[in-house]
């Protein structure tokens, strides 16, 4: 018997205080719900066109800063050209609006350029094309590249700088995508300092002051 009414009681109590707890459903109430899991409905945030302390200016929505160009959003170059900047030669590494490479690195060429592409280069394509760019790299000797192109190969040399970056960007053939670990810029460093390269492999002979010449032939 006494058992009985203990359970009641405790029945009752926890009745009551799951009431008080959940309510009845469909009533209103002022008072946030209590959430045993509340998940990630409810974070930090600021809402667009409220106003917010954290800023000087007050407003939560913060303008683009000078010079943002949105994608897609048609850009005039100091030549006068009108294209979407997705578009631009420098990213795509082809004359706007047709599939032709372009001939040249759309980037002023000088010794930094040269620099940081030496520096790209030995990082990004020296373990498989090798720091000679002559497909001798780690990843040969290991033996987890077994062919690697020799950066050398008249192919390649006669290949348009746009090709290059294409192949950069996107790989071809066994070779995977450069494009997404280094930017833009950078790639087009290492095709400068690849050029480089390559030319330190065709010098003739010819090329040399006659000073050189018998220097060399000494
Ligand atoms: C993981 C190894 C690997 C890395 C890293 C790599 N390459 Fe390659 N690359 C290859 C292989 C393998 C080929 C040959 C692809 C084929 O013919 O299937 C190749 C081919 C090429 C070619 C010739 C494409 C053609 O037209 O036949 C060029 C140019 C080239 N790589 C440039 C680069 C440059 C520049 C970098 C650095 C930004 C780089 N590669 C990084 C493995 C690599």
């Given at each position: 018997m006494r058992i009985i009414i203990s359970i009641l009681i405790i029945g009752a109590a926890l009745g009551a205080v799951g009431f008080g707890m959940l309510g009845l459903q469909g009533k209103l109430s002022r008072k946030p719900p209590l959430e045993l899991f509340p998940d990630m409905d409810r974070q930090a945030k600021l809402r667009p066109?409220?106003?917010n302390k954290f800023f000087a200016n007050g407003v939560s929505s913060q303008l683009a800063p000078q010079g943002t160009i949105a994608r897609g959003e048609p850009i005039q170059t100091a030549a006068g050209e009108v294209y979407r900047f997705?578009?631009?030669p420098v990213n795509t590494g082809r004359v706007t609006g047709t599939t032709n490479f372009i001939e040249n690195n759309p980037l002023a060429i000088n010794e930094t350029l040269l620099q940081?592409?030496?520096?790209?280069?030995d990082i990004y394509c020296a373990p498989c094309h090798g720091r000679l760019g002559d497909g001798n790299g780690i990843t040969k000797k290991i033996g987890v590249m077994p062919t690697v192109a020799n950066l050398h190969d008249k192919r390649i040399?006669?290949?348009m700088d746009g090709e290059i970056f294409?192949?950069?960007t996107h790989g071809k053939g066994v070779m995977g995508a450069v494009g997404p670990l280094i930017g833009v810029e950078d790639r087009w460093a290492v095709i400068a300092y690849l050029r480089a390269l390559q030319l330190s492999q065709l010098g003739a002979l010819e090329d040399l002051t006659p000073e050189q010449t018998a220097a060399l032939k000494k």
């Amino acid at each position: 018997m006494r058992i009985i009414i203990s359970i009641l009681i405790i029945g009752a109590a926890l009745g009551a205080v799951g009431f008080g707890m959940l309510g009845l459903q469909g009533k209103l109430s002022r008072k946030p719900p209590l959430e045993l899991f509340p998940d990630m409905d409810r974070q930090a945030k600021l809402r667009p066109q409220e106003p917010n302390k954290f800023f000087a200016n007050g407003v939560s929505s913060q303008l683009a800063p000078q010079g943002t160009i949105a994608r897609g959003e048609p850009i005039q170059t100091a030549a006068g050209e009108v294209y979407r900047f997705e578009d631009s030669p420098v990213n795509t590494g082809r004359v706007t609006g047709t599939t032709n490479f372009i001939e040249n690195n759309p980037l002023a060429i000088n010794e930094t350029l040269l620099q940081h592409g030496r520096e790209r280069f030995d990082i990004y394509c020296a373990p498989c094309h090798g720091r000679l760019g002559d497909g001798n790299g780690i990843t040969k000797k290991i033996g987890v590249m077994p062919t690697v192109a020799n950066l050398h190969d008249k192919r390649i040399v006669q290949q348009m700088d746009g090709e290059i970056f294409n192949t950069v960007t996107h790989g071809k053939g066994v070779m995977g995508a450069v494009g997404p670990l280094i930017g833009v810029e950078d790639r087009w460093a290492v095709i400068a300092y690849l050029r480089a390269l390559q030319l330190s492999q065709l010098g003739a002979l010819e090329d040399l002051t006659p000073e050189q010449t018998a220097a060399l032939k000494k």
